[in-house]
């Protein structure tokens, strides 16, 4: 009874509502988008790990570089936390890799982590495994319908329902933000510089 019910739930096809994903690049592009999903940074930087900010949305090699060496002292800090598990099992399943992320080898692992982000058919290939048909994500991350076959879309624009770190007029500045664009766009990042945001146009309500 319980395998037959079980059976019946697995031919349910399952729509994932909310994800950050970004046409452009479906999966990961190295480890640093695993080991430094700003959640695990969190349990990171509560074990003493001096980097507790995240990384910037397009990281260039020497931020991803810097901030891995830094982080992977402190990894053996936290296995004892849901995130370290949840990237324990993406590392497996998808990038077969079961050994501990250390200074010899976390280069070999990122190699094999861009590698597979290079293939164009590796992200939908996980959704399939996984049993996902469609996924949603921000309106300005379908990049013209370059994966509209499993993309879904919903407007994040103006996400005036957050703060950020030391921040406490972010609601108002993603408003004004949002003004002063002609069509909806993306939200402010999380690692957006204030002091280069201009606005232009008048409230003239």
């Known amino acids: ?33 695993i080991l430094l999903y700003h959640m695990v940074i969190s349990d990171l930087y509560s074990a003493g790990c001096p980097d507790g900010a995240r990384l910037s949305d397009e990281p260039d090699e020497a931020e991803t570089e810097k901030r ?45 982590i861009r590698s597979k982000s290079k293939e164009t058919a590796w992200a939908k ?28 879309y919903s407007l994040e624009w103006a996400f005036f329902t957050r703060n950020q770190w030391n921040t406490y007029d972010t609601a108002l500045l993603e408003l004004e933000h949002a003004w002063n664009q002609e069509t909806p766009g993306a939200s402010l990042g999380v690692t957006a510089d204030r002091s280069h945001k201009i606005l232009l146009r008048k409230n003239t309500l």
Not at 79 to 85: I, K, Q, V
Request: net charge negative; aromatic share 8%.
């Open 1 to 33: 009874m319980v395998n037959e019910l079980y059976n019946e739930l697995r031919k349910i096809l399952l729509i994932d509502v909310h994800t950050h994903i970004d046409a452009s690049h479906m999966s990961a592009r190295g480890l640093h988008d």
């Open 68 to 112: 891995i060496k830094n982080a992977l002292p402190y990894i053996k800090y936290i296995r004892n936390t849901s995130c370290y598990w949840g990237m324990k099992i993406i590392l497996r399943d998808l990038y077969d890799w079961e050994d501990d992320i250390t200074e010899e080898n976390w280069r070999r692992l990122d190699i094999i």
């Open 125 to 152: 290939k996980i959704l399939n495994r996984a049993g996902i048909k469609r996924i949603g994500t921000e309106l300005w991350r379908g990049h013209d319908g370059i994966a509209d076959d499993v993309l879904q």
